[in-house]
């Protein structure tokens, strides 16, 4: 079983919709969870971290269920430049250091 | 200015050769990565350095070799390169906030490998 666990898509969303992305977790030990967003030939970049009572920024919404191991991230009133690839991360603490996993990702292709 | 900066942007290499990646950061952090994104796009850690001492050295094969000569800088070697190398090549970086830290780590644009 993969460490980060996520449907890779493709969602086809049409602009405005609302769209849901889930991503679930094996190391229960996990501390930290964020979404990272990848445009095509480019690097990843932060979109925002996961707290455990949810988080928004905007039109995104971030959720994280510990009991479940379960993180999602919902995104309204989508726009054409939301077309990317949306990379789940989670970060646990093991031998004295910090590492992240990341999933393999979620591409959300927003049609006009 | 670039925060996290990579050299070269495309490599295109015979098998057999050996090569190098370079990576700064002008973020003043602390840690540096080496990552390897495949043609199915699962970005993998590879190498990472915490104030240019080695901690995490995932299952890699021993022709990858990183080098810290300083906080700002890791460079990727690689020997004998393989047709299975080809992939794209992060370096990132970040300030260690410890467990349970939110920070972010920040990516190079990529150095995209091609072996033939």
């Known amino acids: 079983r993969k460490e980060v666990e996520q449907d890779p898509g493709p969602f086809n969303v049409p602009e405005g919709a609302t769209v849901a992305f889930n991503c679930t977790y094996s190391?229960?030990?996990?501390?930290?969870f964020f979404w990272y967003r990848q445009d095509c030939r480019k690097e990843p970049k932060l979109l925002m971290s996961?707290?455990?009572s949810g988080n928004e920024d905007g039109r995104f919404t971030a959720q994280l269920n510990r009991a479940s191991q379960y993180i999602s991230l919902l995104i309204r009133d989508s726009k054409l430049s939301d077309s990317a690839t949306y990379l789940c991360?989670?970060?646990?603490?093991?031998?004295?250091?910090?590492?992240?996993?990341f999933g393999a990702g979620t591409r959300l292709a927003v049609h006009p | 200015d670039t925060a996290v900066s990579q050299t070269p942007k495309y490599l295109v290499t015979q098998m057999g050769n050996d090569k190098s990646i370079k990576c700064e950061q002008n973020?003043?952090?602390?840690?540096m990565y080496w990552y390897k994104q495949d043609s199915k796009k699962f970005l993998k850690i590879m190498f990472s350095?915490?104030?240019?001492?080695?901690?995490i050295n995932e299952t890699v094969p021993n022709r990858f070799s990183p080098k810290s000569p300083d906080k700002a800088h890791l460079n990727l070697h690689i020997n004998s390169l393989e047709l299975g190398d080809s992939a794209v090549y992060f370096c990132?970086?970040?300030?260690?906030?410890?467990?349970?830290?939110?920070?972010?780590?920040?990516f190079g644009p990529g150095t995209r490998l091609l072996v033939l």
């Open positions: 990132a970086s970040s300030q260690d906030r410890g467990p349970g830290g939110q920070e972010t780590q920040y």
């Open positions: 190391n229960s030990a996990s501390q930290s």
């Open positions: 996961v707290y455990s």
């Open positions: 991360v989670v970060k646990y603490f093991s031998g004295g250091y910090n590492k992240l996993i």
């Open positions: 973020l003043g952090h602390d840690t």
């Open positions: 350095y915490n104030n240019k001492e080695l901690i």
